[in-house]
């Protein structure tokens, strides 16, 4: 454990922020007490009946097992588009790498600060012909794990204008796989990332809408879902932000827009594209409107270059959403997150707090639901942190202290 002063995380949000603040929620206090787990990355806990927490990890070492979701899969090749790739996957050079990997692990009991980590496993995936195929929306229903991934690159280099997209561009989301026995053993899924679920092309420096979706939590087996079924936030852009401003503008960690989309989890349905409906907009008088069609789908928020990896918990006791999205900048030196809150995940969302340089390289992060107080104020923040500490000159200090790779909890306060 870790531990230091408690202190207030002072807000500073940009002059052009677009949410205007929470009367309820008006801040975050962090109590002092920090996690100490030493793994991977890539951490997003989903609460099953059986009361133990399960998530996706990648991008390091867990117990000594290691994955990495970097498949080096294009090895400097660019492709302009589907047309430019070849024609069969099979003539692909065979000694180019394409074993990215994805681990699956499970935490075990009730104080986030003395978890029992087992590693479950990992999984090969091919990225080809992206660069690397990392963990998205993990969910377990009724016994059932719903594994997402998703794809970044391709390596070399896609020059849009001024810009050079390098190996962190976002790809499509491909799908998932699915377990019955709760991470021993996978279906693979039935989707590529040349053919994904929802068609998207993130070659030639295309915009992706949905790239790295997760699911909202709603509680332990989704007991809170206001429908039953499961809903997904993810972070993109649109050709209405082309030619972008920044370098990364769209990454694994940097984006404009918010999408969400919902599906009735099952077998058959997480794969199938026709079982979705797609937040459209609003009514008049503020109704959220839904579509069937992916084309309709329009984007719940929008900032543009100040959105990112973002993640939805619902705390029940103050039936409030609380909304964590991650601003990665240049995706490689200091980061920005902030808190949003709603009474409803279609919205409005407001501002709980903007935090500058969290971390200061803080990045994933997600409320657990299962470490959620009997009054909601109380709560865990989870997150990874400072994976390049020292990256083109710019050091990376631990912000707040315990703000290391791998898995981090933080426990906080809603003031």
Not at 182 to 187: P, R, S
Request: hydrophobic share 35%.
């Amino acid at each position: 454990m870790i531990t230091f002063e408690p202190f207030v995380w002072i807000s500073e949000p940009p002059q052009d922020m677009p949410f205007e603040q929470s009367r309820q929620l008006k801040g975050l206090k962090f109590l002092g007490r920090c996690s100490d787990y030493r793994i991977g990355d890539t951490i997003y806990p989903t609460w099953a009946d059986d009361g133990n927490l399960y998530s996706p990890w990648t991008d390091g070492d867990t117990l000594g097992v290691n994955s990495s979701s970097s498949g080096f899969a294009s090895h400097g090749i660019v492709y302009k588009d589907w047309d430019d790739a070849p024609k069969s996957w099979e003539e692909h050079d065979a000694e180019v790498a394409r074993k990215a990997t994805t681990g699956n692990l499970v935490l075990r009991g009730d104080d986030p600060l003395h978890l029992d980590v087992e590693v479950l496993g990992l999984c090969q995936a091919d990225p080809y012909p992206y660069g690397g195929r990392y963990p998205s929306g993990s969910l377990v229903h009724d016994g059932v794990w719903y594994y997402g991934t998703y794809c970044l690159g391709p390596y070399g280099g896609t020059p849009y204008g001024d810009f050079l997209y390098n190996w962190p561009q976002l790809g499509p989301f491909v799908g998932f796989r699915v377990s019955t026995d709760l991470g021993k053993t996978w279906m693979d899924c039935r989707h590529k990332p040349h053919k994904p679920i929802f068609g998207e092309c993130g070659l030639g420096g295309y915009p992706i809408r949905i790239g790295s979706p997760h699911f909202v939590d709603f509680g332990k087996n989704l007991e809170h879902s206001p429908d039953g079924k499961a809903y997904l936030v993810a972070h993109g852009s649109d050709l209405k932000f082309y030619p972008p401003r920044r370098f990364e503008h769209l990454s694994w960690i940097t984006g404009d827009q918010i999408y969400l989309i919902r599906v009735t989890p099952g077998i058959e349905t997480i794969n199938d594209p026709n079982a979705y409906e797609f937040f459209a907009g609003y009514e008049a008088d503020g109704t959220a409107l839904w579509t069937t069609k992916f084309s309709d789908m329009q984007p719940m928020l929008e900032w543009q270059d100040r959105m990112g990896c973002v993640t939805v918990t619902y705390n029940a006791p103050l039936k409030k959403y609380l909304m964590a999205v991650t601003d990665g900048v240049n995706t490689c030196s200091k980061m920005h997150s902030y808190i949003l809150e709603s009474n409803s995940v279609t919205g409005p969302w407001k501002l709980v707090t903007y935090m500058r340089n969290f971390g200061e390289q803080g990045y994933f992060l997600n409320f657990p639901s299962k470490f959620i107080s009997g009054d909601g104020r109380r709560l865990w923040l989870c997150y990874s942190g400072n994976f390049a500490p020292d990256w083109n000159g710019i050091v990376i200090s631990e912000n707040p202290p315990g703000s290391h790779y791998g898995l981090v909890l933080q426990e906080v306060e809603l003031m």
